[in-house]
């Protein structure tokens, strides 16, 4: 579904750049073109800002977007695994203001002015932290894919409380 959304979207953007340059060169007013590109901007995307592993970033986000697909596609953190897309399997997980969230299924206006750990930010100066070294050394990665999730529910779940109790865990 999201896919063929996107397909009409990307298509209707197309339409209104085509005609937006017909209306330019027909008045001969540069002026109607960017109005329109502007406009188009303005009312399909969203500038936000917010930190992305302590780092200030301003960017345009596409309404629709989910988080993953913002740290994914428009910031290059591919760290973040997208599998289910119905918060069922933990492989999306990052961590906003400190709290887990899945990445999959909420949109990406919604980082304005959060601060959003992805599993690149975190490791301290280039070694792997506590977490990711018990993952490593219990052979706790499997395939790895949703690894990158479980480290950063684990970090929010020992952020909470340093000795969870079963209860806790589940």
């Not at 290059?76 to 119905?86: D, R």
Request: with cysteine; hydrophobic share 40%.
């Amino acid at each position: 579904k999201n896919y063929k959304t996107g397909l009409i979207i990307d298509s209707l953007v197309k339409l209104g750049v085509v005609a937006a340059l017909v209306i330019a060169a027909t008045t001969k007013q540069e002026y109607s073109y960017y109005t329109f590109l502007r406009w188009l901007v303005m009312t399909t995307s969203q500038l936000i800002t917010c930190k992305i592993n302590g780092v200030e970033v301003e960017a345009w986000v596409k309404n629709g977007s989910t988080v993953a697909q913002f740290l994914r596609d428009q910031l290059g953190l591919t760290g973040t695994k997208v599998s289910c897309e119905i918060q069922v399997c933990g492989s999306c997980t990052v961590l906003v203001d400190g709290s887990p969230i899945s990445s999959c299924s909420v949109l990406a206006y919604r980082l304005q002015g959060k601060s959003v750990t992805t599993i690149e930010g975190v490791a301290e100066r280039g070694h792997l932290n506590d977490v990711q070294e018990a993952f490593l050394n219990n052979f706790a990665f499997q395939c790895g894919f949703c690894t990158s999730g479980f480290i950063m529910m684990t970090m929010s779940l020992l952020d909470s409380s340093k000795r969870p109790t079963d209860e806790e865990i589940s």
